[in-house]
């Protein structure tokens, strides 16, 4: 099954109604606190049997969201095909890019759906470059600020950050809204305190639509 319908209640967004990924196994990110590690990780590969997926119309699907299919390590012919699939069988749904190396969104910039939005995970402004091996969170900024096009991002699992300089970042990158998760896997993140965490979703509510995920309940 390449294609699952996403339940209430569970840890996905609860704005995608289904997710679906061809780009599996080990994501080369390799984030310390990555819910696919609860599951043996067989090495990245391409399933073509996905390929045969009947992706439906109407739909919002996360693609890609259990490996960073955007990751540098992954083969652009996989991309390729898995947009080809989007856009020539099933151009009707709208669709979620999510990357931690959206640098990368601009090699495949001809090859998008009709109906697509691209996204990013900024955690924190900080480097906590010991928890992941996806480029810097000021680096995914820099990059994902240069697109001109729809963008979300995700701060989940939010992590300790700087009130000064985090609400700017967010705002200069010009997000159609912020989705803010906390960890839910009890991965001992550095975590921000209440305080700090509805100081950010008040500066950010300033510019921008905020959509508080119930996992972040815990820390409020
Ligand atoms: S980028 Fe996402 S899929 Fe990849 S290791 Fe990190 S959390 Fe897991």
């Known amino acids: 099954m390449v294609m699952n319908k996403v339940k209430q ?5 609860p704005w995608v109604t289904h997710t679906w990924n061809v780009i599996k196994g080990k994501c080369p990110h390799d984030c310390s606190y990555c819910y ?19 992706l439906g119309k109407g739909n919002t699907i996360f693609v890609g969201s ?22 020539d069988k099933h151009p009707f749904n709208n669709y979620l890019f999510q990357s931690k190396n ?8 001809s090859l998008y759906p009709p109906n697509f939005m691209i996204g990013c995970t900024i ?10 091996k996806a480029p810097a969170t000021y680096n995914r900024k820099v990059a994902i600020e240069r697109y001109a096009i ?10 300790d950050f700087d009130l000064e300089h985090f609400p ?13 998760g906390a960890d839910s896997g009890n991965n001992h993140l550095p975590e921000p305190s209440a305080y700090k965490i509805k100081a950010l979703i008040g500066s950010l509510k300033e510019f921008t639509e905020v959509k508080v995920k119930d996992n972040l309940k815990r820390l409020l």
């Open 9 to 13: 209640g569970s840890q996905m967004y």
């Open 102 to 109: 959206p640098d990368r969104f601009r090699e495949f910039a």
């Open 150 to 159: 729809p963008k979300m991002i995700s701060i989940e699992p939010i992590m």
């Open 123 to 132: 955690e924190t402004n900080r480097d906590y470059s010991f928890i992941s």
């Open 168 to 180: 700017k970042w967010i705002e200069d990158i010009k997000p159609e809204f912020v989705s803010i």
């Open 66 to 87: 259990s490996c960073d299919m955007w990751a540098e390590d992954v083969s652009s012919l996989w991309v390729r095909l898995t947009l080809a699939h989007c856009i």
């Open 36 to 54: 696919m590690k609860r599951y043996p990780q067989p090495e990245l590969h391409f399933d073509e049997k996905g390929l045969k997926t009947d």
